[in-house]
């Protein structure tokens, strides 16, 4: 009777977690949307939770993302020229940026929210690191990513591939991004608004919505510092 109970707890769980990956897949797929993509990343994360028979301890305000099976990897090349991966960081908490340097706003606001983290970390700060992943590598050169993402902290760094590269890591991430072109001849590009952050065995912990704020990120961010 008990081995019963016992499988029975065990499926529903599964079908509970399966439902909650679904979710977390819509969110992605959401794109620009950000307030369909909040609201499913929530509710992803409530059925994350109740899978279990306790809450999820610790308690993060981003939304808890353990056990995702993407973002596991990523290889590209720094501002630097350096070809780095995923593993260049371990032992640092890691937030993970998709943007472009010719982005009017979400990318300079995260850019700026994370600069400020990492500042009211003090020394805590240099066990984070800060990748800010290009989706408009035609634009955004070497040269260029290194004026712009070390302006925002001299530690962050920009990542760039090409445009097969680039794909790879926005599919990794489960990032959508889309050239539009402008009427005067030149173009943006569509993007995911969200951060994601690694814990410093490198493995996918949380998901920051753009409009987040600094604050949820600093309270997350030093449990990850703590324990992960």
Not at 98 to 107: E, I, L, N, W
Request: charged fraction near 25%; charge should be positive.
């Amino acid at each position: 009777m008990r081995d019963r109970v016992a499988r029975g707890k065990g499926q529903r769980q599964m079908r509970c977690q399966a439902f909650a990956r679904g979710l977390i897949g819509a969110a992605a797929r959401a794109k620009l949307k950000n307030f369909l993509a909040a609201a499913l990343w929530t509710l992803a994360a409530a059925y994350l939770v109740g899978c279990g028979e306790e809450p999820r301890s610790p308690k993060f305000r981003l939304t808890d993302v353990t056990g995702a099976n993407f973002g596991k990897e990523l290889a590209l090349t720094d501002h630097d020229g350096r070809p780095r991966t995923l593993a260049d960081f371990r032992g640092k908490v890691v937030a993970v940026f998709f943007g472009f340097t010719h982005c009017p706003d979400v990318c300079p606001t995260t850019l700026a929210e994370l600069a400020l983290v990492v500042k009211e970390l003090g020394p805590e700060g240099s066990r984070v690191q800060v990748l800010f992943v290009t989706v408009d590598p035609e634009r955004d050169t070497q040269q260029v990513l290194r004026q712009y993402v070390p302006s925002f902290n001299p530690d962050f760094l920009g990542l760039r591939g090409d445009a097969e590269a680039t794909a790879r890591a926005a599919k990794e991430f489960k990032v959508y991004f889309q050239k539009q072109p402008a009427k005067d001849g030149r173009y943006s590009v569509d993007h995911s608004a969200g951060t994601y952050i690694l814990d410093r065995e490198g493995r996918l912990r949380l998901f920051a919505g753009y409009g987040t704020g600094a604050p949820a990120l600093l309270h997350d961010i030093r449990i990850l510092l703590g324990r992960s």
